[in-house]
């Protein structure tokens, strides 16, 4: 069925029949009408009404908001005021009908059916000892893995799986459960799963359910790691890597089943249609400071208090108990091709250890662009997007004193990449976390 789309300029009419095909419609129902606007803002006037607009208005969903241009997404009672007001700041914007955008997205996706059955299978002992053949047949079924965009049991399966497999160098945990219950699952992966090493790299992804690529990328650094422990003996002496692939499983299955664009965790509030907390605003440094909001429908709701989500705390618990040892914390996000080190909160504001944390981004985003040309900048989110308080990079460099903390936004245009170039990102990707990893052996 795919073949059939590919190629196809369709019309809005045509596009919706796509969408349904592919099984999109679910979680796009809603978005009828909806228009994504790119907006270039070179002035301090038009970037200060961008940011009022994040922080406030719930009909308008930002994707990405840098002190230079947005992109955003608008529901159509609001479009002719929106576009009014963009008139009136004298500013140039793109747009496109929403929908269109995402059938067009899903046409040049490959989901690579024949080559992933829903489950990762491990090869049992014995045949693994045997030979080759069982190793390209593992490897066969983890490039399908990475050609897909798979469900919150399917990243457990996959996960338990790997633990079963290596289980003398990997341990399967979970660091608590999520609003409605569901597991928050991390893997511990050390060169001796007995043995508690001195350094923890800590990196966490899907704090934001509809950035999926992120959960594939820090699945494929635990895969690629035990699937070549030899060429990573030295990155991993003494370092234990704790991965936690879904911070945000409620959201993360929430986008696959009703809301694409579903950005926050899944709490309820009774006598209120809202809902949802941004993780990414809730942790407790300058808690709802600046870049957050109190207006419970909001995108960047801040909670009630800080640490108040049960992801949030699952993840603090650990990194308070582990401050010792947790010398890495690596939030990964999508999208924009950045590098964020603190401080968030305030865009004048910069950490004692600024050059240290400079020259370890740019070391990594080195080694990133050396995949595919993949070109990052580096820097404090506060000065190259805007101010934001409540943030994981902020909470375990300025709370808990861990000396490496960044937030790391994937490449992209949107947050659907196209399953053919999943894998890209995701070996790309890896060359930057090996970078980091290797700096948390001089601490």
């Known amino acids: 069925m795919a073949k059939m789309w590919q190629g196809i300029v369709c019309s809005l009419t045509l596009c919706l029949v796509g969408l349904t095909a592919f099984g999109l419609a679910n979680n796009l129902a809603g978005y009828e009408g909806y228009t994504k606007y790119t907006v270039q803002h070179g002035d301090e006037d038009a970037f200060k009404y961008m940011v009022e607009l994040q922080t406030n208005d719930a009909e308008l969903d ?76 593992s490897r066969r079924q983890a490039r399908g893995f990475f050609s897909h965009y798979p469900r919150y049991h399917e990243v457990l399966s996959f996960m338990s799986g790997l633990a079963s497999r290596y289980p003398q160098y990997c341990r399967y945990e979970s660091l608590g459960r999520s609003n409605e219950g569901r597991h928050i699952a991390a893997l511990s992966i050390s060169l001796n799963s007995r043995v508690r090493p001195r350094r923890v790299a800590y990196i966490q992804a899907a704090t934001h359910g509809r950035e999926w690529i992120t959960t594939q990328t820090v699945l494929y650094l635990a895969y690629e790691l035990l699937s070549n422990l030899r060429a990573f003996t030295r990155v991993l002496q003494d370092v234990e890597i704790f991965l936690v692939p879904l911070v945000n499983p409620d959201g993360y299955e929430y986008t696959h089943t ?106 990594a985003a080195n080694q990133i662009g050396r995949y595919r040309g993949t070109r990052y900048t580096t820097g404090t989110s506060a000065s190259i997007l805007y101010e934001a308080s409540g943030s994981l990079d902020d909470f375990a460099y300025g709370n808990l004193g861990i000396p490496l903390s960044y937030t790391l936004e994937l490449p992209g245009d949107e947050f659907h990449v196209p399953a053919h170039d999943i894998i890209h990102v995701c070996k790309e990707t890896f060359a930057g976390f090996i970078e980091f990893i290797r700096h948390v052996s001089l601490y």
Request: hydrophobic share 30%; aromatic share 12%.
């Open 62 to 137: 930002f994707w990405l908001l840098t002190r230079n241009s947005s992109v955003l997404t608008v529901s159509p009672k609001r479009k002719t005021q929106f576009e009014a007001r963009l008139s009136s700041l004298g500013v140039s914007y793109e747009m496109q009908p929403l929908m269109e955008l995402m059938a067009a997205l899903q046409a040049n996706s490959s989901y690579a059916e024949d080559n992933y059955d829903g489950e990762y299978e491990e090869c049992q002992q014995e045949e693994c000892e045997e030979a080759e053949r069982p190793r390209r047949r």
């Open 258 to 363: 009703t809301d694409r664009f579903w950005r926050k965790n899944r709490h309820r509030y009774a006598g209120h249609s809202c809902s949802g907390v941004d993780i990414n605003r809730n942790f407790g440094n300058h808690w709802n400071y600046q870049g957050a909001s109190q207006n419970l429908c909001s995108e960047v709701y801040s909670g009630t208090a800080p640490n108040s989500e049960p992801e949030t705390s699952a993840v603090v618990r650990y990194l308070e108990f582990n401050r010792n040892r947790v010398k890495l914390s690596l939030d990964v996000h999508s999208f924009g091709k950045f590098i964020f080190y603190p401080y968030g909160y305030a865009k004048n504001t910069v950490p004692p250890t600024v050059g240290t944390l400079r020259s370890v981004a740019l070391r």
